[in-house]
T-cell receptor
Framework: GQQLNQSPQSMFIQEGEDVSMNCTSSSIFNTWLWYKQEPGEGPVLLIALYKAGELTSNGRLTAQFGITRKDSFLNISASIPSDVGIYFCAGQGKTSYDKVIFGPGTSLSVIP | GAVVSQHPSRVICKSGTSVKIECRSLDFQATTMFWYRQFPKQSLMLMATSNEGSKATYEQGVEKDKFLINHASLTLSTLTVTSAHPEDSSFYIC??????????FGDGTRLSIL
């Protein structure tokens, strides 16, 4: 079946540093999604990507949809303590009614 | 924006009990909802797709008789964990799409079986 891999598995960074995390897939997706999850809560959508090559920003977050449609990256600039959490990439088909397949997640810790 | 609400947020019960979890779309109609399960330190795994007015579609390896799904209205889907055992303890999360918007996720239900 469809499988996603995320790297790194975990990160410990100093406040103010930039962060970069990647997601790769064994198959093509038409939509890439990046979510953040905090303990005891559901995932919150950060960025949605719909076209190969698309680069989208949301505040300090920037994500790109890989040209091969099998990968995506998420960058966070000037990290702050509230960026702490688990970041999941997810792939989806063409419509919002298609299944969302989640990657294993990247755990981010920010040291003040 | 569109909101998905889950109830209860946390439930603790004895082994052998059946537990019902509700997922509601608060300001939109959801003909389709999705149920996920998340074990500690793991990712969200899709369990089933809930379809209003028809049978749910279960992912491979998920027992449909164990996890009963009912989607009787356009704003409510329920997941019933029947005869729950400690290994069913997990974080259960639902989601629903609204139009062309990405799926909205509920805040999850923490199920603990003693």
């Amino acid at each position: 079946g469809q499988q996603l891999n995320q790297s790194p598995q975990s990160m410990f960074i100093q406040e103010g540093e930039d962060v970069s995390m990647n997601c790769t897939s064994s198959s093509i997706f038409n939509t890439w999604l990046w979510y953040k999850q905090e303990p005891g809560e559901g995932p919150v959508l950060l960025i949605a990507l719909y076209k190969a090559g698309e680069l989208t920003s949301n505040g300090r977050l920037t994500a790109q949809f890989g040209i091969t449609r099998k990968d995506s990256f998420l960058n966070i600039s000037a990290s702050i303590p509230s960026d702490v959490g688990i970041y999941f990439c997810a792939g989806q088909g063409k419509t919002s009614y298609d299944k969302v397949i989640f990657g294993p997640g990247t755990s981010l810790s920010v040291i003040p | 924006g569109a909101v998905v609400s889950q109830h209860p947020s946390r439930v603790i019960c004895k082994s052998g009990t059946s537990v019902k979890i509700e997922c509601r779309s608060l300001d939109f109609q959801a003909t389709t909802m999705f149920w996920y399960r998340q074990f500690p330190k793991q990712s969200l795994m899709l369990m089933a797709t809930s379809n209003e007015g028809s049978k749910a579609t279960y992912e491979q390896g998920v027992e449909k008789d164990k996890f009963l799904i009912n989607h009787a209205s356009l704003t409510l889907s329920t997941l019933t964990v029947t005869s729950a055992h400690p290994e069913d303890s997990s974080f259960y999360i639902c989601s629903a799409p609204s139009g062309n918007q990405p799926q909205h996720f509920g805040d999850g239900t923490r199920l603990s079986i003693l």
